[in-house]
């Protein structure tokens, strides 16, 4: 089976970055399309990808283009329906919701050639195109989020013709399957994504649990001023780890108290370490797809403290449900007030932490690998 997977861009590491190195481990040589490659960017993680075979589109000759990224989601229509496909028995597109990859081969056809099965892992739909808060504060300025919005209109529209071009959604969550839906008027098969976990319940803890732990993609709609704001008031350690976005990593550091430190990018042994001993990771992202980074906390015994929205609602079990156990608590407001009193209530419960590791081996690569697996052969051998 020849398969090509199409990314939208790779700069930066995080949860989708590591959906497509596991699709990588499935289907090895697979040829991996995307508009931008810039592995400089990726800092400890550049070596990821290296051995692969990667092709990209126009955009990667445009100059300065890993810092054009934002803007040249104009472009990026015109860049996968450029990409001809027909080689391929399946075509796998990893939608992270930043550019229009499912447009991909549409057009661009060899004569009597068979359009490859098309089959996306949707991370979530554009996000900056339905309402969802982003990485970056387009709307503070009002001329250019005039002009935006008009912009955004005719992209919705590309966005729905293609996913049109799709054959079989996958959700990474029951969040993003309702995205789909809704925006796209389609159905999705929900595969949560892969989290590397911890087999040895037997060793949760490494040392003593001084601090709360927060990280990851340090971009806006991540709340972490809201979690950089609660603990200036409690003064409580905290640790964050992580590169930030569009100016947002600044503006923590200026308003963090000397209570807070950021540790920077890290490396997979490194961040094991800092989940490692945390009492909690917090996490007050706001209407998260899925949230990776606190399933691979839970993955090494550590709680977690979350905002109640999007895709952590299905991961983390607080004491409110049935399950017999409890990996974390959540907080309905996202503001300092209500984490503050999260943590209060935190300080005071105890959690097993063999039941956070069992909680998150329900996400764990092994699952997806088999998962997706079986749904592209069955897609297959069905057409």
Not at 289 to 313: C, H, N, Q, W
Not at 316 to 324: A, I, L, M, R, W
Not at 347 to 362: G, L, S, W
Request: aromatic share 12%.
């Amino acid at each position: 089976m020849r398969v090509a997977i199409v990314h939208d861009y790779i700069k930066e590491y995080g949860g989708a970055e590591r959906v497509l190195e596991t699709l990588l481990e499935i289907y090895p040589e697979a040829t991996v399309f995307t508009s931008i490659y810039a592995p400089d960017y990726l800092g400890p993680h550049r070596s990821r990808f290296e051995k692969y075979n990667i092709k990209t589109t126009v955009l990667n000759s445009i100059p300065f283009c890993q810092k054009l990224i934002s803007p040249l989601r104009l472009l990026s229509p015109f860049a996968f329906l450029s990409l001809e496909l027909s080689d391929y028995d399946v075509v796998i597109v990893s939608q992270t919701g930043a550019y229009f990859p499912n447009l991909v081969g549409s057009k661009k056809q060899k004569a009597n050639s068979k359009k490859p099965v098309l089959i996306c892992y949707t991370h979530t739909p554009p996000r900056y195109l339905y309402g969802y808060k982003t990485a970056r504060d387009w709307k503070k300025h009002k001329i250019f989020a005039f002009f935006a919005e008009i912009a955004n209109y005719f992209l919705r529209k590309v966005d729905f013709a293609a996913s049109k071009n799709v054959d079989f959604f996958i959700a990474n969550s029951e969040e993003v399957a309702g995205r789909i839906k809704k925006f796209y008027q389609q159905d999705a098969t929900v595969i949560y994504p892969p989290v590397e976990i911890n087999s040895n319940k037997q060793q949760t803890t490494r040392g003593r649990k001084e601090y709360y732990l927060t990280g990851g993609r340090l971009a806006r709609a991540k709340g972490v001023d809201v979690i950089v704001s609660a603990f200036n008031q409690n003064r409580l350690p905290l640790k964050i780890f992580g590169k930030g976005f569009a100016g947002y990593e600044e503006e923590l550091r200026e308003m963090a108290g000397e209570n807070i430190e950021f540790v920077g990018e890290v490396t997979d042994v490194e961040k094991l370490e800092l989940m490692s001993n945390a009492k909690a990771f917090i996490f007050a992202s706001i209407d998260e797809d899925f949230g990776i980074t606190p399933v691979e906390a839970m993955g090494l015994g550590t709680p977690v403290i979350a905002y109640r929205s999007g895709g952590v609602k299905e991961t983390v079990v607080d004491p409110s449900t049935s399950s017999g156990f409890v990996t974390g608590l959540f907080f309905d407001e996202n503001t300092p007030e209500a984490l503050n009193a999260a943590i209060e209530k935190f300080e005071v419960i105890k959690i097993d932490p063999k039941d956070c590791i069992t909680q998150a081996e329900k996400f764990s690569s092994a699952r997806f690998k088999k998962q997706i697996s079986e749904f592209v052969s069955n897609k297959i051998n069905k057409i």
